[in-house]
């Protein structure tokens, strides 16, 4: 197993995020037009469209659509396929103001990876040229 590198998991956090803010632009100019008393209400919108994306791609496809761009899968720290506790426990922690300090600053592993017991790795085998 291939740790992924903070570059793929820096352009997978990039990927992301992106989809979930355009898809947070669509759905609350939506219910806005629908119904603009709903207005205070949007942030819980958001909350349930990172839950939703990071549960439901991680845990059906082990990877996200910017993990899949970048080659790149969630496992345990065993190696095999998280279970939806895996899962839910790094969406909890991603919400955590200190983890991309972690992931940052650590040792290339954010809080969410460390309490979920999980670890982003490489599909594809890389290369070295000796």
Request: avoid cysteine.
């Amino acid at each position: 197993m291939q740790p992924a590198n903070k570059s793929k998991r820096a352009l997978n956090l990039v990927i992301d995020l992106s989809i979930v803010y355009v898809s947070y632009f669509i759905f609350s100019s939506l219910l806005y037009i629908a119904n603009s008393s709903i207005y205070n209400k949007l942030w819980l919108l958001w909350w349930f469209l990172f839950f939703f994306y990071y549960i439901f791609f991680e845990t059906f496809f082990q990877k996200t659509p910017g993990k899949m761009i970048s080659k790149t899968i969630v496992v345990t720290n065993k190696g095999l396929k998280p279970t939806f506790w895996h899962i839910l426990l790094r969406t909890i922690f991603r919400l955590s103001p200190f983890d991309l300090m972690s992931f940052m600053f650590g040792l290339g592993k954010g809080q969410h990876d460390y309490f979920s017991k999980t670890s982003i790795i490489d599909t594809v085998p890389t290369v070295t040229i000796k």
